[in-house]
């Protein structure tokens, strides 16, 4: 991933919790075919230091686990908020109008080595642990013991585990840091006033950033 010094992230910490708030991701690996891609959430573990390991499962139909190439890393893919930047939010635009579009977005990348995982019990708690995750927010939590024990061993029939240990962790948060703080308030403020909440909390936390 190309990611200019202005917009580079590597502290781990920073990191984990950008995936942790992704949840989704999109996973390549290459196969004797060519490459296969596969979207699905995603949970971290912190262990094995230093940057963990992405836990999850796929449909046992889909090819990707068992045909993926072992020699060669998987990419977990990790997006964070993104949108389209008008140069009418820059107060450069006003000042001298030498401005242009722009997107901004979050993008972490985590290479790594899979792991099949495929007993019943391993199935059982990633599905458990995936579940609980999503679910403790909600103020009245479903709980994977909540369906008939033979149905969800039917429904664990029908998948494989990973576990993808990482290797390497890149993340690139492009956020405006790179332009004058009279820019980053202005697209700020636009954001906001173009119901973009999210990106506009995500622009100032990267310009507000040591």
């Known amino acids: 991933m190309y990611v200019p010094e202005s917009f580079k992230e590597n502290r781990i910490p920073v990191l984990h919790d950008l995936i942790r708030s992704a949840g989704l991701a999109t996973l390549v690996s ?49 997006h964070g908020p993104d949108g389209y930047i008008t140069p009418s939010y820059y107060a450069a635009k006003r000042e001298h109008g030498k401005v242009v579009p722009t997107w901004n977005y979050t993008a972490i990348h985590a290479y790594g080595t899979l792991e099949v995982i495929d007993d019943p019990a391993g199935l059982h708690e990633i599905v458990r642990r995936l ?14 013991s909540d369906a008939p024990d033979d149905y969800v061993n039917g429904m664990l029939r029908g998948i494989v585990g990973f576990a993808l240990t990482i290797t390497r962790l890149e993340g690139k948060v492009k956020m405006s840091q790179n332009r004058p703080a009279t820019d980053h308030a202005g697209v700020i403020g636009g954001l906001q006033a173009d119901g973009h909440a999210e990106l506009a909390q995500a622009v100032a936390r990267a310009t507000q950033a040591p």
Do not use: C
């Open 131 to 144: 579940t609980d995750r999503h679910e403790t927010p909600r103020a009245q939590p479903w709980a994977l």
């Open 30 to 78: 290459m196969t004797a075919d060519g490459l296969i891609a596969s979207h699905a959430p995603l949970m971290l573990d912190p262990e094995p230091a230093p940057y963990g390991r992405l836990i999850g499962h796929l449909a046992k139909a889909n090819p990707h686990v068992r045909a993926a190439d072992r020699s060669v890393p998987t990419l977990a893919i990790f």
